[in-house]
């Protein structure tokens, strides 16, 4: 029997199992699909502080001394780079939203500038548009890989004895009385375990609300375009004010850029995988908004396509939660779109709690019971990644 059981395979889960088995305790990792399938995989990869929520920016910037070294850590390439987040303003009043944030982000000790102008702007990242009017800088933010980023993590665990079962499904939580004692997985296999983390994205609720959970989500879908590799254009992530347009270029020369947020209409175990593929006015739209921030993607021969869910809660703030009222159960979903920046700290997180350690966050923001305590606020998504 495992001292741990994990059920999902992106960074969150991937991160936990490592943390958990080279403290020297068994851990299996249960993924329906492939390590990053699901949101760690289709995400932006940014690694950004700026544009947190305060409650947040306390992991983000303790992710960012993580990422420097998972290199080394890991053993394995994470294609981390650390060149900077700009949040670009289009119109006037996306420029009263930059300046907000700027103030507001320097409050909680953040470095971050603000680029009065265009001028400013290309003196960083001369591809951005003429017709951008400002933007934040905050140089301490970068980019990854997800993909690699997820193996590696799931890979490091394996070496120090984890067990790692992708392509196995977990349908149900084994509960006794007041405490989870388990899982059952798709094949009707019983994993028993001291404690149980649900790490499950946009599945969670499907785990949780028979246990008389409730973990509120809106679903919503993203639009990602990865163009072929082109020559070196910019360094940084790119955004805008709305949330409506976010970019990258990869290690590879490849653009990887998303578009808005759209809502889905299916139940999370009601589709497939197809239902992905993006509809024609999404690639239209995501085309025209990239290509006003960054002229030179016009021109770039696209590679790929593909659609991604965010699991969005009320606030935008994830649960991550041991005191759910059952014993054995930890809850880490409901991450909103940023949780790939913060997974290394997530894992860390995850693995004290599992492990009956004192996390050193504040984790009061992120209790899963502050959505029976409050009523939903609709909050709207802000930068990817």
Not at 62 to 91: F, I, K, P, Q, S
Not at 285 to 302: E, F, K, N, S, W
Not at 311 to 324: F, G, R, S, V
Request: charged share 20%; net charge negative.
């Amino acid at each position: 029997m495992p001292d741990v059981v994990i059920v999902g395979g992106g960074i969150s889960g991937t991160a936990a199992a490592y943390e958990i088995a080279r403290a020297g305790h068994s851990v299996t990792l249960f993924e329906a699909r492939s390590l990053a399938a699901m949101a760690s995989g289709w995400t932006l990869g940014g690694v950004r502080q700026s544009g947190r929520d305060p409650a947040e920016l306390p992991l983000a910037k303790a992710a960012v001394e993580r990422w420097g070294g998972l290199d080394e850590e890991l053993d394995a390439a994470t294609g981390y780079r650390r060149r900077g987040n700009l949040r670009l303003a289009r119109t006037e009043a996306e420029i009263e939203v930059i300046r907000e944030l700027v103030v507001e982000q320097r409050k909680l000790g953040l470095a971050i500038d603000y680029l009065p102008d265009n001028a400013a702007i290309r003196a960083i990242a001369p591809a951005i548009g003429s017709s951008i009017l400002a933007a934040s800088f905050c140089p301490g933010d970068g980019h990854a890989d997800p993909v690699p980023v997820v193996r590696a993590f799931a890979a490091a665990a394996a070496r120090h004895g984890a067990t790692i079962r992708d392509g196995t499904g977990v349908r149900a939580l084994q509960r006794t009385g007041d405490r989870v004692t388990g899982v059952e997985t798709a094949s009707g296999e019983i994993v028993s375990a001291d404690q149980v983390i649900v790490a499950t994205g946009i599945h969670a609720p499907e785990l949780l609300t028979p246990l008389g959970l409730d973990l509120p989500l809106r679903v919503k879908l993203v639009c990602v375009l990865q163009s072929v590799p082109l020559p070196p254009l910019f360094e940084q992530v790119f955004g805008v004010a709305n949330a409506d347009c976010a970019g990258r270029q990869e290690v590879d020369g490849r653009l990887r850029v998303t578009t808005g947020i759209g809502d889905w209409p299916f139940e999370p175990a009601s589709w497939t995988l197809d239902a992905l593929a993006p509809r024609a006015a999404d690639i239209t739209a995501l085309i025209a908004r990239v290509t006003q921030v960054l002229p030179a993607a016009a021109d770039a021969g696209i590679a790929r396509l593909w659609g991604g869910l965010i699991d969005l809660t009320p606030d935008a703030l994830p649960a991550i939660d041991a005191h759910t009222g059952l014993d054995g159960l930890i809850v880490a979903a409901g991450f909103s779109g940023h949780g790939f920046g913060i997974g290394p700290v997530t894992g860390e997180i995850l693995a004290d709690l599992a492990l009956s350690k004192q996390p050193r966050f504040d984790l009061s923001p992120f209790r899963l019971d502050r959505f029976a305590r409050e009523p939903a606020a609709g909050a709207a998504l802000t930068l990817h990644g």
